[in-house]
């Protein structure tokens, strides 16, 4: 069975920092790209991180580029994203994806809140 557990959201202050984290499990880790996604209250969802399974293509939406960097520890099969700078505009429910890199299902993680208070 194929489980992406989030964690790591909460509330903060605007110019504070958070770590979100994915584990995963039910899959070769390495074969899957990861990827970060998020929403606030009345928008669509936002493509904001994603990493490929080796580690060595990274994406980042024009939104969070120079404040988030994502990682992943192959060793942990855990995905991280890392949140520097954070502005009340970040506020959103994030939520982390896998799928294979020749394709097929998406797999979801429950959403984790974060908010950014001013």
């Known amino acids: 069975e194929v489980q992406l557990v989030v964690s790591g959201g909460g509330l903060v202050q605007a110019e504070e920092s958070l770590r979100l984290s994915c584990a995963v499990s039910?899959?070769?880790?390495?074969?899957?790209?990861i990827g970060w996604f998020r929403q606030a209250p009345g928008k669509e969802r936002e493509g904001v991180a994603c990493i490929s399974g080796s580690g060595d293509r990274k994406y980042y939406g024009e939104s969070v580029k120079g404040r988030f960097t994502i990682s992943r520890d192959n060793a942990k099969n855990t995905v991280y994203l890392q949140m520097n700078n954070l502005k009340p505009e970040d506020t959103a429910v994030y939520y982390c994806?896998?799928?294979?890199?020749?394709?097929?299902?998406?797999?979801w993680g429950q959403g984790t809140q974060v908010t950014v208070s001013s």
């Open positions: 039910g899959f070769t880790f390495d074969d899957n790209t």
């Open positions: 994806s896998s799928q294979h890199l020749y394709g097929g299902p998406v797999y």
